[in-house]
């Protein structure tokens, strides 16, 4: 089993930083990919960040202004968010894409709430 355990949410004022995190452990060969994604109120999920190896993916609504990056050796996503807006204010999920004995399996996070003030 794989658990994930994120941190760093919270309420900022728009134009503010913000850095999120998200640890796995449990029994794990690799993790091929980790992503960030968010969901609003009355919104569905939707994709901020995904890296890959050493290949990013973001957002059109987020580039430019967060940086996702790794820490293989702790199993570790990071999620740096600058310039944030109101519109970022979501509940912030990590999925890891993990490899575990011959089979892989996709795991979330629990959520962590961000709060953008105007």
């Known amino acids: 089993q794989v658990q994930l355990v994120e941190s760093g949410g919270g309420l900022v004022q728009a134009g503010g930083s913000l850095r999120l995190s998200c640890a796995a452990s449990?029994?794990?060969?690799?993790?091929?990919?980790m992503g960030w994604y968010r969901q609003a109120p009355g919104n569905q999920r939707e994709l901020v960040a995904v890296?890959?190896?050493?290949?990013?993916t973001y957002a059109d609504s987020v580039k430019g202004r967060f940086a996702i990056s790794r820490d293989n050796a702790k199993n570790t996503v990071y999620l740096q968010m600058n310039s944030l807006k109101p519109e970022d204010t979501a509940v912030y999920f990590c999925?890891?894409?993990?490899?575990?004995?011959?089979?892989?399996?996709?795991?979330w996070g629990q959520g962590t709430q961000v709060t953008v003030s105007s």
């Open positions: 890296i890959s190896g050493s290949t990013t």
């Open positions: 449990g029994s794990i060969s690799s993790i091929a990919r």
């Open positions: 999925n890891f894409l993990v490899i575990s004995r011959g089979t892989s399996g996709t795991y």
